[in-house]
C-alpha cells in the first residue's frame, strides 16, 4: 500500500476532527474555543493541499473529502457560533435559526466553487475558510478593543453579519486569488497590497487581527475589479 497517498487525506480528516470538536465546545456554550478550532483547521486545511501538491497525490476522493470537511469547519462550525453568540444574548427564542443560514450558504459556496470552471485562478465570492476565519476571530477583536463589543455584540449586529456574510460567499463577486504567474509589481500589486496588509495586521494584532485582514482583502479586490475596468 502507497502511504504516501493517504497523508493528505489524514490531514484533512484532521481539519474535519477540529471542526467537530469545536461544534462541541460551542454547543456546550464555549464560543472561544470553537474560534480557536476554526484556525487548528485552518492549519489543517492549508497543510492538506501543500502536501498533496508535494508528494503529487491528487485525487478526486480527496477532492470530494476536502470540500465536506470544509463544510462542517468552515461552514457548520461558524454558523453555531453565531447561533450560540445570538441565543446568549438574545431574548427572542428563534432568532439565533437566522445564523444557521451561513451553513446552508456555506454548502452552496462549496458545490459551486466545485463546478464553477472560471475559479481556476480568481475567487467568485468569498472562500468558505475566509468567511469562517472573520467569524472566528471576532471574539478575539473584541477582546483586543473591548469598546467594540457594544456594537458588535448585538443580536441585530450578529444577524446582519450571518445575512451580509452568506450573501458575500455566493456573490458574483471576484476576489483576489494569492496565486502567482510572475512576481511583477503592476500586475500583482493587489496581491502584495493584500498580503502586505494582512502581515501588518497579524503581527500588530495576532489573531485578533483576522477580521480586518479578511475585510481588507474583501474591499482590496472590489478596487482591483474597478481598477481593472477602467483601465
Not at 483547521?41 to 491528487?58: E, S
Not at 427572542?92 to 458545490?111: E, K, Q, W
Not at 500586475?187 to 495576532?206: Q, S
Request: a neutral charge.
Amino acid at each position: 500500500m502507497n502511504i504516501k497517498k493517504h497523508i493528505p487525506n489524514a490531514l484533512t480528516s484532521l481539519n474535519l476532527f477540529s471542526g467537530m470538536v469545536g461544534i462541541y465546545f460551542v454547543l456546550e456554550g464555549n464560543i472561544t474555543y470553537g474560534a480557536y478550532f476554526i484556525l487548528i483547521a485552518a492549519v489543517f486545511d492549508f497543510l492538506d493541499g501543500f502536501v498533496a501538491r508535494l508528494l503529487h497525490v491528487h485525487s478526486e476522493i480527496g477532492k470530494q473529502l476536502d470540500s465536506l470537511a470544509d463544510l462542517v469547519t468552515f461552514g457548520v462550525l461558524p454558523a453555531f457560533i453565531l447561533f450560540e453568540w445570538i441565543r446568549q444574548i438574545s431574548d427572542l427564542p428563534y432568532l439565533p435559526y437566522i445564523a444557521l443560514i451561513v451553513g446552508i450558504f456555506s454548502a452552496l459556496r462549496l458545490a459551486k466553487f466545485n463546478v464553477d470552471e472560471r475559479q481556476s485562478d480568481r475567487f467568485i465570492g468569498v472562500p468558505t475558510p475566509a468567511n469562517a476565519l472573520f467569524i472566528s476571530g471576532l471574539p478575539f477583536l473584541i477582546q483586543k478593543f473591548p469598546a467594540l463589543e457594544s456594537f458588535i455584540v448585538t443580536p441585530i449586529t450578529l444577524v446582519l453579519i450571518s445575512l451580509a456574510m452568506s450573501f458575500l460567499l455566493v456573490a458574483e463577486l471576484p476576489l483576489i486569488a494569492l496565486k502567482f504567474k510572475n512576481y511583477q509589481i503592476k500586475p500583482n500589486i493587489f496581491r502584495y497590497i493584500t498580503l502586505l496588509i494582512g502581515l501588518v495586521c497579524i503581527v500588530l494584532l495576532g489573531i485578533a487581527g483576522i477580521p480586518l485582514v479578511i475585510i481588507s482583502y474583501i474591499v482590496l479586490s472590489v478596487l482591483e475589479n474597478v481598477w481593472v475596468k477602467n483601465e
